[in-house]
């Protein structure tokens, strides 16, 4: 088991919450993590904090959750 402040913002887990869910932690502390993760079988997504015997690392991808901060977005030139 992992200590909760070895992850970083953006690492992919999994989270116990009736069952292993795939998550990506948004937040780390020495007593916690903030997850954002999907709470049942639907798409949707929530967010939670988990102590270290409930989160452990995911190599499996899950699009819905994992590169969510990879957008490109087109910014204009300021005006003159």
Known sequence: MA??????PADPVWV???GWRAGVIEAASPRAV??????GTHRGTGVDTFTAPYVTSRE????????????????KPLAS
């Open 3 to 8: 200590p909760s402040e070895s992850y970083r």
């Open 16 to 18: 116990y919450r009736d």
């Open 34 to 39: 903030t997850v954002t993760y999907h709470p």
């Open 60 to 75: 499996d991808d899950d699009p819905t959750l994992d590169n969510r901060g990879l957008r490109l977005v087109r910014r």
